[in-house]
């Protein structure tokens, strides 16, 4: 267990509080975990700062520090593409005449997977969000080549959201580490009758139901920690 690359059925899924409460239990576990957002939209400014509040979580639950070195974690390293508008990545990047490198990302990546025992990498938006040139969601998840949690966020549509997201990613063949569904509301018709179709649908194994509003300094406990863990990191 080094990571996990955390994807959504969609925007607003709850990747965001999933990937921090994954922070949070392995900080709980006495491991040194740091967060990754590659690509970032929605970002506004606060003083003197430019901030994304995704990001912002992120670095919240993490550590603050590089493992081996000791030194601050750069936030270039942490988020390496921010833009204001909150539009889909590829097109926020043209409004800023950006194009978003996979060189630039995967070099962030080694380094921040190098300083640590887990790395969390959220992704934006749902499966298959172009990012320009260099590809889709899904092919950076490839490039990265950690384990892909899946987020299901409970709400009428999302069986067709989450067949056709686990479709694609079985169909580029990626690493595997199983799906969450979070709720979105507290009084869902159906969550019951949805989690037991997606439960025979979807590749195991199944994480957990994030509750509906926990924040991730108790939503980690909703998760399956034997399943997520795998092998004792320290021989990894």
């Not at 195991?204 to 990191?233: C, I, N, Q, V």
Request: glycine share 12%; aromatic share 6%.
């Amino acid at each position: 267990m080094r990571g996990w690359f955390v994807l959504g059925t969609d925007t607003g899924v709850g990747k965001s509080r999933v990937a921090c409460a994954l922070l949070e239990g392995i900080r709980r576990q006495g491991l040194h975990g740091l967060g990754m957002k590659p690509v970032a939209t929605g970002f506004f400014r606060q003083g003197e700062r430019w901030i994304n509040e995704d990001v912002e979580q992120l670095k919240h639950h993490a550590d603050s520090t590089l493992k081996h070195s000791g030194g601050p974690v750069p936030e270039a390293w942490i988020n390496p593409y921010g833009f204001e508008p909150p539009i889909a990545p590829h097109l926020a990047a043209r409004r800023q005449g950006v194009d978003i490198s996979f060189e630039v990302i995967h070099t962030a990546h080694q380094h921040l997977y190098g300083e640590t025992d887990c790395l969390v990498v959220e992704g934006a938006g749902g499966v298959l969000v172009p990012l320009g040139e260099s590809g889709d969601m899904a092919d950076l998840a490839q490039r990265c080549a950690l384990p892909v949690i899946l987020v299901v966020g409970l709400r009428l549509g999302c069986l067709n959201h989450a067949l056709l997201s686990a479709e694609a990613l079985q169909r580029r063949q990626l690493p595997w580490a199983g799906w969450i569904a979070n709720r979105l509301s507290p009084d869902l018709a159906e969550e019951e009758g949805q989690i037991e179709t997606l439960q025979a649908r979807l590749p195991g194994p199944f994480l957990g139901r994030y509750p509906h509003g926990m924040p991730p300094e108790l939503g980690y406990t909703a998760l399956d920690w034997k399943s997520l863990m795998g092998p004792d990191p320290s021989t990894a």
